[in-house]
């Protein structure tokens, strides 16, 4: 079992920079990658970036250049700094931990979410 809390979400205005954090406990050497996934209303939960154990990162193309995801080597924080934030980034952010068996994906972590809202 994995617990994920996120936080440093708010109220930010657009050309402005907000890091979230992301506190991993419990089984955490089972993690093998972690990410933040965004929800706007409306809208479905969509991948933002993803770290994995070898260190390889991958970007949703709306965040390349402006976003950058890190990870403690032990896997218990993960964060995401956020940097020339637009109103089109607002959303309930949500950190994400997966657990694998070999090549199969075994179960997925969620957080609570942390609400991050850009204004013009």
């Known amino acids: 079992q994995v617990q994920l809390v996120e936080s440093g979400g708010g109220l930010v205005q657009a050309g402005g920079s907000l890091r979230l954090s992301c506190a991993a406990s419990?089984?955490?050497?089972?993690?093998?990658?972690s990410g933040w996934y965004r929800q706007a209303p409306g809208n479905p939960r969509e991948l933002v970036a993803t770290?994995?154990?070898?260190?390889?990162?991958k970007y949703v193309n709306s965040v390349k250049g402006r976003f950058t995801i890190s990870r403690e080597r032990d896997r218990k924080a993960l964060y995401l700094q956020m940097n020339s934030l637009a109103p089109e980034d607002t959303a309930v952010y949500y950190c994400?931990?997966?657990?694998?068996?070999?090549?199969?994906?075994?179960?997925?972590?969620w957080g609570q979410g942390t609400q991050v809202t850009v204004s013009s």
């Open positions: 994400n931990a997966e657990v694998y068996s070999g090549l199969n994906l075994q179960r997925a972590y």
């Open positions: 419990g089984d955490t050497e089972s993690i093998h990658a």
């Open positions: 770290i994995d154990n070898r260190g390889t990162k």
